[in-house]
């Protein structure tokens, strides 16, 4: 394959046209949640898959495991708990059976922030695919996401 190869080409577009519409969806998201309940998409993200962790209170997972789940690095995750925790929206606490793990966990103040902002986040998400349905290369992703929504 070469430089000029098209299959190539349109992978790279088709990858751009992808990257293009996660930076919308973001920008969208984080005005909307950062307006409405002083947070980041981020700490949104956080506070979301640590809340879906488990049916009871908080929810928790081990720092690497929420660095791998919302793809930071070890010591952004870190940083990004520690302001979360600041705000009493997080805590952290030693696993009972290995010492050497740390666990984070939703406390309740940060449960309730999330349960406001979801709505805000749905409805941020919901206009950032609307208005990139409208546009020719940015369509068919929206169609795939689209998809997900109604197999789930």
């Known amino acids: 394959m ?3 190869d098209p299959a190539l080409t349109a992978r790279a577009q ?3 046209a992808l990257s293009v519409l996660y930076g919308r969806i973001e920008a969208r998201l984080e005005k909307a949640l950062e307006a409405r309940h002083g947070l980041s998409a981020r700490e949104f993200f956080v506070l979301d898959v640590l809340s879906r962790q488990h049916d009871g209170d908080g929810g928790h997972l081990q720092m690497r495991q929420l660095a791998d789940a919302v793809v930071l690095s070890q010591s952004a995750t870190t940083r990004l708990v520690a302001r979360l925790e600041e705000r009493d929206l997080l805590e952290r606490y030693l696993c009972p059976t290995d010492r050497r793990g740390i666990y984070t966990n939703v406390t309740p103040e940060g449960a ?3 349960d406001a902002a ?4 749905d409805e941020a998400l919901r206009e950032a695919l609307a208005d990139a349905s409208g546009d020719r290369e940015l369509a068919p992703f929206v169609r795939v996401l689209e998809e997900q929504k109604t197999d789930s």
């Open 2 to 4: 070469t430089a000029t």
């Open 112 to 114: 309730k922030l999330l």
């Open 118 to 121: 979801r709505p805000t986040h």
């Open 14 to 16: 088709g990858w751009i």
